[in-house]
């Protein structure tokens, strides 16, 4: 404690995240090649989010932190108390991300809050030992069960757990194989386990895959539905997953698993989109509808994992053109879907009830819910 005061271990990996808009699904070594794409950094964006929540308690808390775009500079903008307890090279690595944790601990944080994906998580785990980590969300990738729902949820995560509101859950630290990842290969694995402050609502399942015969049959019930309203002439920006996958399948299309796609009038108009790729198809096509499938478990249909199909561009859409698919069991397992397209306005917009197509000229209604306006149960 610092005068009474709770410390929290705060740092950004500023490179988080920028892969996604430019299609690279994760940025791990690929920081420069994703800059010269035209990613801009989202990080230091998500953790001011949090962090100005977390400015109403600016009083009982003490940030210790790593100098510049790895914590400082968020800090300072938000006039919040703070020490600087390790200084990273001008070019962050995994190795910055290690020394400052290695630093919090040596000061006696109470609680590391990271601002990352998956790859950082892996990071902060790997030194955390005893002490429990949050995640803000901010990566490409997020399958570990770290994360809160949010940047405002992660404030709240933290700010109760410091209260000694909360109790610990021990949760798992997976990754993905980024090579095989971007070749259109899901390969999960298990790395870690740690301790993190749960609240049901507030935290990020980690991600589960669904698979079996019935689900199968679902899968091409929804296909072959798509298939047919998809004959209007309109261009089709089809998200990642097996449930859309199958759409593809279905048309004789080869679509990237994990990836975004555009597909008209039965032709592959545009593979692997790029957030400016698809904002350009706007530009050329007069109609343009979006289809997507809720993450499992999690429930997000934007804001994860998918990060071309950007807040721009769904304003420009239009929230009507919006299409949701899902299996009947998948749908059943998540007790609402959820929103983060990091504009606040734009995900009140989105929510409320939502059809989604679960078979042949099949649909249920589905609530929506903005996940920086999630309230603790």
Same mark, same amino acid.
């Given at each position: 404690?610092?005068?009474?005061?709770?410390?929290?271990?705060?740092?950004?990996?500023?490179?988080?995240?920028?892969?996604?808009?430019?299609?690279?699904?994760?940025?791990?070594?690929?920081?420069?090649?994703?800059?010269?794409?035209?990613?801009?950094?989202?990080?230091?964006?998500?953790?001011?989010?949090?962090?100005? #929540?977390?400015?109403?308690?600016?009083?009982?808390?003490?940030?210790?932190?790593?100098?510049?775009?790895?914590?400082?500079?968020?800090?300072?903008?938000?006039?919040?108390?703070?020490?600087?307890?390790?200084?990273?090279?001008?070019?962050?690595?995994?190795?910055?991300?290690?020394?400052?944790?290695?630093?919090?601990?040596?000061?006696?944080?109470?609680?590391?809050?990271?601002?990352?994906?998956?790859?950082?998580?892996?990071?902060?785990?790997?030194?955390?030992?005893?002490?429990?980590?949050?995640?803000?969300?901010?990566?490409?990738?997020?399958?570990?069960?770290?994360?809160?729902?949010?940047?405002?949820?992660?404030?709240?995560?933290?700010?109760?757990?410091?209260?000694?509101?909360?109790?610990?859950?021990?949760?798992?630290?997976?990754?993905?194989?980024?090579?095989?990842?971007?070749?259109?290969?899901?390969?999960?694995?298990?790395?870690?386990?740690?301790?993190?402050?749960?609240?049901?609502?507030?935290?990020?399942?980690?991600?589960?895959?669904?698979?079996?015969?019935?689900?199968?049959?679902?899968?091409?019930?929804?296909?072959?539905?798509?298939?047919?309203?998809?004959?209007?002439?309109?261009?089709?920006?089809?998200?990642?997953?097996?449930?859309?996958?199958?759409?593809?399948?279905?048309?004789?299309?080869?679509?990237?698993?994990?990836?975004?796609?555009?597909?008209?009038?039965?032709?592959?108009?545009?593979?692997?989109?790029?957030?400016?790729?698809?904002?350009?198809?706007?530009?050329?096509?007069?109609?343009?509808?979006?289809?997507?499938?809720?993450?499992?478990?999690?429930?997000?249909?934007?804001?994860?994992?998918?990060?071309?199909?950007?807040?721009?561009?769904?304003?420009?859409?239009?929230?009507?053109?919006?299409?949701?698919?899902?299996?009947? #069991?998948?749908?059943?397992?998540?007790?609402?879907?959820?929103?983060?397209?990091?504009?606040?306005?734009?995900?009140?917009?989105?929510?409320?009830?939502?059809?989604?197509?679960?078979?042949?000229?099949?649909?249920?209604?589905?609530?929506?819910?903005?996940?920086?306006?999630?309230?603790?149960?």
């Amino acid at each position: 404690m610092a005068g009474g005061k709770g410390r929290i271990g705060f740092l950004i990996n500023p490179i988080a995240g920028m892969g996604g808009p430019v299609g690279l699904k994760g940025t791990d070594g690929l920081a420069e090649k994703a800059i010269a794409m035209g990613a801009r950094p989202r990080a230091m964006e998500r953790a001011r989010a949090c962090l100005d #929540h977390l400015s109403r308690e600016k009083d009982a808390i003490h940030f210790l932190t790593a100098s510049g775009s790895m914590g400082e500079s968020s800090l300072k903008e938000c006039g919040l108390d703070y020490e600087v307890v390790y200084s990273p090279f001008p070019v962050t690595s995994s190795m910055d991300t290690i020394g400052t944790c290695q630093a919090f601990l040596d000061k006696g944080a109470d609680l590391i809050l990271f601002c990352g994906g998956d790859g950082t998580a892996r990071d902060v785990a790997g030194i955390a030992g005893s002490t429990p980590i949050l995640g803000i969300p901010a990566g490409v990738k997020m399958h570990s069960g770290v994360f809160a729902a949010s940047p405002q949820a992660a404030a709240d995560l933290a700010m109760r757990f410091l209260k000694k509101e909360l109790n610990l859950r021990e949760t798992e630290i997976v990754d993905v194989d980024e090579e095989l990842y971007r070749a259109g290969i899901l390969q999960t694995r298990l790395y870690l386990l740690a301790k993190t402050p749960y609240l049901p609502v507030l935290v990020s399942e980690k991600k589960r895959i669904y698979s079996s015969v019935q689900e199968d049959e679902f899968k091409d019930q929804i296909a072959l539905f798509a298939s047919e309203f998809m004959r209007d002439g309109s261009a089709y920006i089809i998200g990642a997953g097996t449930t859309t996958s199958r759409i593809a399948d279905v048309l004789g299309i080869k679509k990237t698993l994990l990836g975004v796609d555009v597909v008209q009038d039965g032709r592959l108009l545009i593979r692997d989109a790029s957030e400016e790729e698809l904002l350009g198809l706007l530009d050329r096509v007069k109609s343009v509808k979006i289809i997507l499938s809720p993450i499992g478990a999690q429930g997000f249909i934007i804001g994860r994992g998918s990060q071309q199909i950007s807040a721009a561009l769904l304003r420009r859409v239009g929230l009507d053109n919006l299409i949701i698919i899902s299996t009947p #069991h998948k749908l059943a397992e998540i007790p609402y879907l959820l929103v983060d397209t990091g504009d606040e306005d734009l995900d009140v917009a989105l929510a409320g009830k939502r059809q989604v197509v679960t078979g042949y000229r099949i649909a249920q209604m589905k609530e929506t819910l903005a996940a920086s306006r999630l309230k603790a149960l």
